[in-house]
């Protein structure tokens, strides 16, 4: 990515609770749509990192291209969350920024790395 890290500011959380929506394992409230699609070419042995950032509680839910759900609640810094998928596949990636609590809209920044971890 250039720059990398690559950043989107959006809008997270949405009233579809995640375990209902993806997988059972997955927490939180998200929109019924991908907060951002990310179409994915790897970068030989570099992991796909995909973390959030917020003032709230985040979580992330995310389709891999091959139909994997990937979920977190908060293995990023505070309350974030962050994903690590090593040996990514390229395609396109729905990835939803969730808020552990329904109904809760709160400005969050999705950010997509190759080499940083936050």
């Not at 990398?4 to 209902?20: H, K, R, W």
């Not at 809760?104 to 790395?113: C, E, K, N, W, Y």
């Amino acid at each position: 990515f250039l720059p990398d890290p690559f950043t989107i500011g959006l809008n997270a959380g949405g009233t579809v609770y995640a375990s209902d929506a993806a997988d059972p394992s997955c927490r939180g409230y998200v929109s019924s749509a991908p907060s951002y699609v990310l179409n994915y070419t790897p970068g030989g042995t570099l992991p796909l990192i995909i973390s959030a950032d917020a003032e709230r509680d985040m979580t992330l839910v995310v389709r891999a291209p091959n139909g994997v759900w990937h979920c977190d609640d908060d293995s990023g810094e505070g309350l974030n969350s962050a994903l690590t998928l090593t040996n990514p596949v390229g395609g396109a990636y729905a990835i939803w920024v969730g808020t552990y609590s329904s109904g809760v809209d709160a400005p969050a920044t999705l950010q997509i790395s190759e080499l940083y971890s936050q």
